[in-house]
């Protein structure tokens, strides 16, 4: 039997892929895929919908514990994760979702790019970014950028394997 921990930590993974396949004024943008278990680093990959080649990651904090004095989401996030996350070379976001346990359905979702090096871990997420139709359409928009400026493919088309065929 999962601890409370772990049972509000899959609502969460279940709420924002459920967000993430919302219905938007242009359509279904992401096809997300729960990675399960509990993989170290991140727990969704999600691709566009219309391009399935174009894909992003997130690790997903949930909490029951609200906002802190300064409005931010109050979650825990180990530099180590932050650092790991940060590693992966496609456009990474960690998803603090402020669980309503009476029904999950009224939680929300904030969002936060992860790159470069961190200092520390975070104890909050801000709240400026809520995962609301417009910026799904502008996280779809800002994966798609990301793959169009890629050289990533180039890259993988001059690689040399030993399995090549």
């Avoid at 070379?89 to 603090?96: F, I, Q, R, T």
């Amino acid at each position: 039997m999962l601890d409370e921990g772990n049972k509000i930590g899959d609502i969460g993974e279940l709420l924002l892929s459920l967000f993430l396949t919302q219905k938007t004024r242009e359509g279904y943008l992401f096809n997300p895929l729960l990675i399960g278990g509990k993989w170290p680093t991140m727990d969704i990959y999600a691709e566009i919908s219309r391009d399935p080649g174009k894909f992003c990651f997130f690790q997903v904090k949930t909490t029951l514990r609200g906002y802190s004095s300064k409005g931010k989401l109050q979650i825990n996030v180990p530099k180590i994760k932050l650092e790991r996350l940060a590693r992966y070379h496609a456009p990474s976001y960690l998803v603090g979702i402020d669980l309503k346990n009476d029904n999950p359905f009224h939680s929300k979702a904030y969002i936060a790019a992860v790159r470069g090096a961190h200092a520390q871990g975070m104890h909050g997420v801000s709240t400026r970014y809520e995962l609301t139709e417009e910026n799904l359409i502008r996280l779809r928009d800002e994966v798609e950028d990301f793959w169009d400026k890629s050289n990533l493919m180039d890259t993988k088309t001059v690689y040399r394997s030993i399995f090549d065929i």
